[in-house]
């Protein structure tokens, strides 16, 4: 079946602004998702959308949906090194689970 | 509440041998999730639980088996460990499918 694709690295410098993108696959997903892997460690809930939500604003995080297109991102504004980590897009799947992307790796230098 | 926490964090066995690994939550939550990570794999879902005494297959569940006796644990059973099966093995839990999930630490297995 059809996968959730995210590029797999990014490369910003601290303070500049991160753009992570995703494309999904279901348009009826309800609720689309923001998970963040800091090494060693497992996945944390960053943030999520409601899919009848084009934009939400959290602090730094900027999330925008566009539904026509199934696609999803997320920008992390004056971006630090502690945001340096893995990010993973995903969405509800036609069971009871998640499917997540490949995640994508973002590298934060000074 | 201590969360998810998984046990062991890491462990080495030899091809054919068997273990078990250990989930649990203190959340209250019927869903349960087992998740392995490879490099540039992502993670895919092992086996999952929508409540006690229940368990289904999610993406690739060859080589493992699971339990859900109680509410609270979700087992993770390698019968006769393969190389293959060198990963991280990470457990989640929910409240519905539609929640966050919330996952483990992570458990680090090798096979030689």
């Known amino acids: 079946g059809e996968d959730v694709e995210q590029s797999l690295f990014l490369s910003v410098r601290e303070g500049d602004s991160s753009v992570i993108n995703c494309t999904y696959t279901d348009s009826s997903s309800t609720y689309l998702y923001w998970y963040k892997q800091e090494p060693g460690a497992g996945l944390q809930l960053l943030t999520y959308i409601f899919s009848n939500m084009d934009m939400k604003q959290d602090q730094r995080l900027t999330v925008l949906l566009n539904k026509k297109d199934k696609h999803l991102s997320l920008r992390i504004a004056d971006t630090q090194t502690g945001d340096s980590a893995i990010y993973f897009c995903?969405?509800?799947?036609?069971?009871?689970?998640?499917?997540f992307g490949k995640g994508t790796s973002l590298l934060v230098t000074p | 509440n201590a969360g998810v926490t998984q046990t062991p964090k890491f462990r080495v066995l030899k091809t054919g041998q068997s273990m078990t690994l250990l989930c649990a939550q203190d959340?209250?939550?019927?869903?349960m999730y087992w998740y392995r990570q490879d490099p540039g794999m992502g993670l895919r879902l092992i086996h999952y639980?929508?409540?006690?005494?229940?368990?289904a297959k999610g993406e690739v569940p060859d080589g493992y088996n699971v339990s859900r006796l109680k509410k609270q644990n979700f087992l993770l059973g390698l019968e006769s460990a393969a190389p293959s099966q060198t990963s991280v093995y990470f457990c989640?839990?929910?409240?519905?499918?539609?929640?966050?999930?919330?996952f483990g630490p992570g458990t680090r297995l090798t096979v030689l």
């Open positions: 989640a839990s929910s409240y519905s499918s539609r929640n966050e999930q919330f």
């Open positions: 639980s929508v409540g006690e005494g229940t368990t």
């Open positions: 959340m209250n939550h019927e869903y």
């Open positions: 995903a969405e509800p799947n036609s069971g009871y689970a998640l499917n």
